[in-house]
């Protein structure tokens, strides 16, 4: 089987970003290539669901919920007064 492959170009990269860049693929021992391939695999890897809100959520889910009883609007919302 064949793998289909793509071509990414990634224009406007500001110049520390491609500094860094370069430099932790040198670490890897990885071309700057490699390392946004590695990168990406990483970052696309972890499910949809991991993350930190979904995870707490999922940890204390089987302890149940709390029922709150919201009371009526008197008002009609605005904006903070910041002065």
């Known amino acids: 089987m064949e793998n289909d492959v793509a071509t990414l170009t990634i224009r406007d990269v500001e ?7 370069r430099l932790r693929a040198a ?11 590695e990168i990406l695999r990483d970052a696309l890897a972890k499910p949809e669901d991991d993350r930190l809100g979904t995870r707490v959520r999922q940890r204390f889910a089987t302890l149940g919920g709390v029922e709150l009883s919201m009371p009526a609007r008197v008002e009609q919302p605005r904006a903070a007064d910041l002065a």
Not at 15 to 21: G, K, M, Q
Not at 27 to 37: D, I, K, L
């Open 27 to 37: 670490h890897h021992g990885r071309s700057m290539e490699a390392e946004v391939r």
């Open 15 to 21: 110049e520390d970003i491609r500094t860094r860049l």
